[in-house]
């Protein structure tokens, strides 16, 4: 009897390796597209800062300039008249989008001595939310200031503001 034992002994490991088929699986994953209308970009109003007209003596530093928001500072050691304006743009893409804009600053060449220099600090939003897909667009401003002193040289002081945007 100890001999018919073995067999069935060697022979039941072997039964448990043979295993049924593995059934086939399935999985789904959802596919998106998002598609945006092109940007496009508008000056709408060139910034202005106005006349400002240097206090005698001699003195520091001192700011002159149109915030985004059209707040005008004029400071100590100045006199500033005229209408001062913040330049505006238009952009129109696709609704609900965040657009970054970028304004680096600009530099300011005296018209009078290409030597005399200004840089303007843009004030920039930063970026902006399309309300609408194309027209009417969003109508963002932007700022700057100058910084003078009683050193700077006299004239008309004109510079190029670069903008562009892009989506987030």
Known sequence: MAARALPLLVLFPLAGAVSAPAAA??????????VSRPLT???QQSLNLGTIVL???TWASTKAGISRNGVFTCG????CSGAPQVAQFKVTGTN?????IT???VTLVNQSDP???LTLVVDNPGQITLTSSGEPGVTFP???SITLSSTTGGGLYTGTLNVSVDYQ
């Open 25 to 34: 699986i399935t999985q789904n994953a959802t596919v998106n597209a998002n």
């Open 41 to 43: 970009l508008s000056a």
């Open 55 to 57: 206090n005698l003596g």
């Open 76 to 79: 100590a050691n100045l006199v």
């Open 96 to 100: 609900k989008m965040v657009v970054l």
């Open 103 to 105: 304004a680096p600053n």
């Open 115 to 117: 030597t005399q220099k």
């Open 142 to 144: 932007l700022g700057g």
